[in-house]
């Protein structure tokens, strides 16, 4: 089987992020490959670890920065990766497609995303390339076994979470706590190094947002910070502090 | 016209279904409001939404018993479809958010997530939403015949319903066999607020010390004031806490009047779930905890000491 793990490179979340001429600008921002789809890669290793007949292919678009976390994945142990190289901003929806079609033509029975990456905090790239394929989803899955041509697992829904088994093809989208994923060794980013790194573009794939960003700026709250020390008195502290949320804040009776 | 679709918990329309009529409302499209009520057995949720808006859509039928996302979307796109609705308002919850992308797909429409502002300029769709881990605000424009729309929970006002009662018609549906076996399903109870429609959440972390220190100290200071109650990811994951409470990116995004956060060191991830809470207040042992930067007012001291005083000095809700 081919499972195909559509990955996003974003700030780490400790990163500093700007916005210049109305758009966020990540010049200065240490950039990852996303947690979010860590889990999911991760995962697909533990499958073929396990014996599965897999090929795990890691899928990127975007600029050409992206072959870095695409190589970080190879690093932690997918078979190759494919770049669609892009400049240009597409939204859930209209990359779907493009999700799509890379896994048509590799003929991927199992796909997996993250189910929210930290850049965009978009949860529809899985649901809108299931809905595409006309496949089940299964979003936010803490659990995952894969045997006999099923997924049997765990995610959670609105009021708690859910066991489910479903049939393959379908498309699973990750999220903390299903797995811890594993560090590249610095072998495998030797050998992450000579694995195959196919490169498209965009342009062939004649896609188009139906939406665009047109202003940013940053969420910049002006906080009080009135922080008191307890020290050797915590009751007194926490009087003062009661009398504040009281009369300064009025947000207690 | 513009269709939403009404969400409902245990027999009865939640807040969200009241936040989007006044979503729908300000977003100045023209066309009635109209509330779609998908399930079996909503009669009850029907009346109460045809308080809210113009007309009132009902499929009642044992196939929606349970809530799949390929037949809810397939529910919702047929009567999009036929209603040629130009916005299609569903809620951002959990669900909401990954039944409405196949919704877009099926009727080639444009997708916002998770708005929280929303109006027509022209001849576009323009609203606002959060990105990087709610610490960007963009503003973006759909420019489509038909616009998906999930629409933020708690940033709406919630429409209050009128005396009289909009028309009700029935709608018929073919829908989709679900492909995914359900083996088995967790349902968190709790007698308390829910965490997106509360005033008030206290929250825990690891910092309270053990499941026995969270119902003491968080569930302890939330009875006193009425409040939902809030958990970190690190709380759940060591199952002290349901899934159901937490807050962050891969939990709830909440957005209280007063978030009281106890033992939280406030990792990234945890405060993109809380960073828009009115007034925010930290109770943690180090001083250096990255909580302390978002917080109005907050206790350098341990929480074991703290939480206990402050439970006794603060008056019950009557």
Known sequence: MKILVYVRQVPDAEASIAIANGAVSLAAAKLVLDTMDEYG??????????????????????PARNEEALRSALAMGADRAIHVESEQPLDAIALSSVVVELAR????????????????????????????????????????????????????VDDGNESFTVALPAVITTQQGLNDPRYATLPNIMKAKKKEL???????????????????????????????QAKDDP???AAQLVELLRTEAKVIA | ???????????????????????????????????????????????????????VLVL???????????????????VAAEGEAKLILIGGSRSGREYSPRVAVKLNAALLEDVIQLRQEGAVIRAQRYTYLARVTETVEANAPQIV??????????????????EQFDVDVELPQPRVQVTGKTKSQTARISLV??????????????????????????????????????????????????????????????????????????????????????????????????????????VQQIVPAMIELIAKPD
């Open chain 1, 41 to 62: 890669l991760e995962q697909a290793l533990r499958f073929r670890d396990a014996g599965a007949p897999a090929e795990i292919i890691v899928a990127a678009v975007g």
């Open chain 2, 60 to 78: 009642d039928t044992p196939a929606l018993a349970q809530y799949s996302p390929e037949t809810w979307a397939a529910a919702v796109a047929f």
């Open chain 1, 198 to 228: 196919r490169k498209e573009q965009i342009a062939s794939f004649q896609v188009k947002s139906k939406v665009k960003t047109v202003a940013a700026e940053m969420q910049t709250r002006t906080r009080l910070r009135k922080i008191l």
């Open chain 2, 197 to 302: 429609e509360a005033d008030t959440i206290v929250s825990g972390g690891r910092g309270v010390g053990s499941a026995e220190g969270f119902a003491t100290l968080v569930e302890g200071l939330a009875d006193k004031l009425g409040a939902a109650v809030g958990a970190t990811r690190a709380v759940v994951d060591a199952g002290w806490r349901p899934y159901a409470e937490q807050v962050g990116q891969t939990g709830k995004t909440v957005q209280p009047k007063l978030y009281i956060a106890v033992g939280i060191s406030g990792a990234v991830q945890h405060l993109s779930g809380m960073n828009k809470a009115g007034t925010i207040v930290a109770i943690n042992r180090d001083a250096d905890a990255p909580i302390f930067q978002v917080a109005d007012y907050g206790i350098v001291g341990d």
């Open chain 1, 105 to 156: 033509k590799e003929e991927a029975t199992l796909i997996f995303c993250g189910g929210r990456q930290a850049d965009w905090d978009s949860d529809a790239l899985g649901a809108a390339v299931a809905e595409r394929l006309g496949w089940p989803q299964l979003t936010w899955t803490n659990h995952l076994e894969l045997g006999g041509g099923q997924l049997a697992g765990r995610h959670d």
């Open chain 2, 1 to 55: 016209m513009i269709l939403i679709v009404a969400e409902y918990a245990n027999g009865k329309l939640s807040k969200s279904a009241a936040e989007m009529v006044t979503a729908a409302r300000g977003a100045a499209v023209n066309g009635p409001v109209t509330i779609l009520v998908l399930g079996s057995g909503v009669a009850a949720i029907a009346a109460e939404a045809a308080r809210l808006a113009e007309q």
């Open chain 2, 149 to 166: 729309v999930t629409v933020k929970p708690g940033i709406f006002a919630a429409a209050q319903p009128s005396a009289e009662s909009a």
């Open chain 1, 235 to 237: 009751r007194a502290a």
